[in-house]
T-cell receptor, first 111, second 115 residues
Framework: DQQVKQNSPSLSVQEGRISILNCDYTNSMFDYFLWYKKYPAEGPTFLISISSIKDKNEDGRFTVFLNKSAKHLSLHIVPSQPGDSAVYFCAASANTGKLIFGQGTTLQVKP | DVKVTQSSRYLVKRTGEKVFLECVQDMDHENMFWYRQDPGLGLRLIYFSYDVKMKEKGDIPEGYSVSREKKERFSLILESASTNQTSMYLC??????????????FGQGTRLTVV
């Protein structure tokens, strides 16, 4: 059973506009959530995280929103740039230390 | 800079072979992970180790085993490789404590093809 779900396999956005990537989870024990970015032939790299005690975390162009009651989080990228084109993975962690990932969303930012 | 190094970028092995994938990290991290990445399925956790000689099964441990004899090294073993184990394998490490407070760092990945 997939505990972390990214239901949109792909997203295409115009340069300069907002990209919104969504993620849902089922395990209420998760208390940290992370977003990773992955380019082809490279390992994922950390982008931004949020603790379950917060509902928003911002880092430059990237903002993550957490809605605990809906078990939903989203990553907003504003403004989107062509270099943001990559696969984005949502991940969640409980106090066991395990890190569980979603299926990924491929973002394409068109010039 | 944290470095997680996987011994091979590309591997081709025959069905039934015993395969070793090696991962080394240089930041004295307690936690190490093995994932596989498949299209449409994302990154799935195979095994997790939180200390030397300590391991925990992930979501898809069948057909795999692991070894962590030294803190810096985490090996993934395919006891008898099968074609459905053709995949991208990713190793990661993180410091002790809650993942999320501190991030996990990934290696470059090993593309394994079983023929």
């Amino acid at each position: 059973d997939q505990q972390v779900k990214q239901n949109s396999p792909s997203l295409s956005v115009q340069e300069g506009r907002i990209s919104i990537l969504n993620c849902d989870y089922t395990n209420s024990m998760f208390d940290y959530f992370l977003w990773y970015k992955k380019y082809p032939a490279e390992g994922p790299t950390f982008l931004i995280s949020i603790s379950s005690i917060k509902d928003k975390n911002e880092d430059g162009r990237f903002t993550v929103f957490l809605n605990k009651s809906a078990k939903h989080l989203s990553l907003h990228i504003v403004p989107s740039q062509p270099g943001d084109s990559a696969v984005y993975f949502c991940a969640a962690s409980a106090n066991t230390g395990k890190l569980i990932f979603g299926q990924g969303t491929t973002l394409q930012v068109k010039p | 800079d944290v470095k997680v190094t996987q011994s091979s970028r590309y591997l081709v092995k025959r069905t039934g072979e015993k395969v070793f994938l090696e991962c080394v990290q240089d930041m004295d991290h307690e936690n190490m992970f093995w994932y596989r990445q498949d299209p449409g399925l994302g990154l799935r956790l195979i095994y997790f180790s939180y200390d030397v000689k300590m391991k925990e099964k992930g979501d898809i441990p069948e057909g795999y085993s692991v070894s962590r004899e030294k803190k810096e090294r985490f090996s993934l073993i395919l006891e008898s490789a099968s074609t459905n184990q053709t995949s991208m394998y990713l190793c990661a490490s993180s410091p002790r404590g809650q993942v999320g407070v501190t991030e996990a760092f990934f290696g470059q990945g090993t593309r394994l093809t079983v023929v």
